[in-house]
């Protein structure tokens, strides 16, 4: 059955509700639907204007302790977006990194096994690994994986999903579908440093950031790999088609991305200086020069990096009817707008 959207008996769990996809499908589901939302989170600071919201209830609470765990899984539906998933972490927090992203998210896969909640769980497209500049179309059900060494310790979160997909698809009665998003981009991603968070964030908010400061964007070994770039206002609506038809959505991996917002690094900096520029009506070239950056000196010993991402969408096309629609410059315009606004006290 269809879940309908004007249910109010049905309630969703949001786990890590109060993070950048989660905030985005928070307001979707309060605004298209007459759902209630359970929302688990450590952090409720995107989210302050749901906070009393009387369709919503909320518990600032750990996904680590069984309590939580047990308490979540008593939904019908447990959307799993909460995991450590910086890049900048991956090397200086393997062992919290690896918990997070395989011993938290297991322990509520079998929980929901043994309730019978449908489990949406977050991967991550990264489970592609070290893939290489002329990988082609990466495709769920035939593409296999190869990592670096343990030495390289970037794929310590990498491996940390795979096996949670691994653990997921084996489970006896678990009703699942897995995501795996590619670059989701737009409002409120990420943080800028030292304002409301520490470390280096995603590009997109690395490259705000520096565009805000008048500093110059870091190429990390040259900017030569490439990701396709997808709007996250597609990713929710990627997840409402997943709503809609469960039935095909059951036991099934889905990348989500948009195959044809695929771009070099060094382009995505040409184009956000561009687009800055314009925003702010300035000469282009009053920004400072982009700045080639070694991999390892910028985020630390055993960093390294996948090379072309490049989603096959088939599967969620044939499957779900969805394809996502919003071209890179317009999401790229719209999170620098956001971006120059919601930090225009704190650009030093
Ligand atoms: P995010 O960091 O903005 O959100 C994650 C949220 O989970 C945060 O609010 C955080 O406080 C919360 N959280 C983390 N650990 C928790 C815990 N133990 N207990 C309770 N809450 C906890 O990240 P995001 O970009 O919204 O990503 C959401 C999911 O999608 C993650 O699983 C991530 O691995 C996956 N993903 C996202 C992207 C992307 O492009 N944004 C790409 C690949 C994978
Ligand atoms: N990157 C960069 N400069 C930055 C931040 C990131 O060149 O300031 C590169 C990074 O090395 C990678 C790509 O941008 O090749 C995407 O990095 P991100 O951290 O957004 O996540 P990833 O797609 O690697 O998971």
Request: glycine fraction near 8%; aromatic fraction near 10%; charge should be negative.
């Amino acid at each position: 059955m269809p879940l309908q959207f004007n249910d109010p008996a049905i309630t969703v769990a949001i786990v890590g509700c109060g993070g950048f996809i989660g905030s985005h499908l928070l307001d979707a589901v309060l605004c298209r639907t007459k759902w209630r939302v359970f929302g688990v989170d450590v952090d409720f600071y995107r989210i302050q204007h749901r906070l009393h919201d009387e369709r919503c209830e909320f518990l600032n609470a750990d996904l680590a302790d069984p309590g939580v765990v047990e308490r979540i899984a008593k939904f019908p539906v447990v959307v799993n977006l909460a995991a450590i998933c910086t890049p900048s972490r991956y090397m200086a927090e393997a062992p919290a990194v690896i918990r997070s992203n395989y011993d938290h998210p297991a322990a509520l896969a079998e929980a929901c096994a043994k309730s019978g909640a449908w489990l949406i769980h977050f991967s991550t497209s990264e489970v592609y690994g070290r893939t290489l500049e002329d990988s082609g179309e990466l495709d769920e059900e035939s593409t296999g994986f190869v990592f670096g060494p343990v030495a390289s310790s970037r794929w310590s979160y990498a491996t940390a999903k795979l096996l949670t997909e691994r653990f997921i698809a084996g489970l006896e009665g678990l009703n699942w579908t897995i995501v795996r998003p590619f670059n989701f981009v737009g409002p409120y991603m990420d943080f800028m440093p030292g304002v409301d968070g520490e470390g280096i964030p995603r590009v997109l908010a690395s490259f705000s950031t520096a565009l805000v400061r008048g500093e110059p964007l870091k190429l990390v070994n040259g900017g030569k790999a490439r990701r396709t770039f997808t709007s996250v206002f597609d990713a929710i609506d990627f997840m409402f088609a997943l709503f809609v038809a469960r039935e095909n959505a059951l036991s099934q991996i889905f990348n989500v991305g948009n195959p044809d917002n695929e771009v070099s690094i060094a382009d995505l900096a040409a184009r956000m200086r561009r687009i800055y520029a314009h925003l702010k009506g300035v000469p282009e070239e009053s920004l400072p020069v982009p700045e080639v950056v070694d991999g390892e000196a910028y985020y630390g010993r055993g960093y390294d990096d996948s090379m072309r991402r490049l989603p096959s969408v088939e599967k969620s096309s044939r499957l779900l009817g969805f394809r996502a629609q919003v071209p890179l410059d317009v999401v790229l315009e719209e999170s620098l707008n956001w971006f120059i606004g919601h930090y225009s006290d704190a650009a030093d």
